[in-house]
């Protein structure tokens, strides 16, 4: 998973700093300096994403009546079904957004159905079980993604917004 998720975030510099992003006739870069310091954050976030996510199948195991959950086994679940999100950061390399957004959107979809068949087998609970249990994995995940909106406001006006060149 450390290397894995390290696609998005080198795809994304070298996007943003060699290829950048067309608006009409005009190419908007931005700064290395900018990209790495963004791209460093981006790469903490996902790291940290997997790990919380990870705690939070841990977490909520006792729940959906698993036994035998690990902290492990919880990340090992998160991973794996966020690894269609890191492939699909492979984009980063040329950004062009009409392509973006519809290949996240294919890889987030892979990545919820990943979800929903994999926690039943690797928890080892019944299917309605485990479909309950993915499903508050996705309200997690998606609350997850808003406190990491927030986070992004917040750090851009601590300073590490994009600084863009000419």
Not at 158 to 163: F, I, L, Q, R
Request: charged share 10%; with cysteine.
């Amino acid at each position: 998973m450390l290397f894995i998720g390290l696609l998005p975030p080198v795809a994304w510099y070298i996007g943003a700093t060699d290829v950048g992003w067309q608006l009409g006739n005009r190419s908007i870069r931005i700064t290395p300096e900018s990209a790495l310091q963004i791209m460093t954050l981006f790469y903490l976030s996902i790291l940290i994403g997997i790990g919380v996510l990870g705690y939070m199948v841990h977490w909520m195991a006792e729940t959906y009546e698993v036994g035998g959950s690990t902290l492990g086994k919880g990340i090992k679940i998160a991973a794996y079904t966020c690894t269609p999100m890191f492939l699909c950061g492979i984009t980063g390399f040329y950004p062009v957004l009409w392509l973006d957004i519809l290949l996240g959107c294919a890889a987030a979809a892979y990545t919820v159905y990943l979800l929903y068949i994999g926690v039943p087998i690797v928890m080892q609970i019944p299917k309605e079980r485990g479909f309950l249990f993915a499903s508050a994995l996705v309200a997690v995940g998606l609350v997850m993604c808003a406190a990491l909106l927030g986070a992004t406001v917040m750090l851009w006006e601590m300073g590490a917004m994009p600084v863009f060149t000419d």
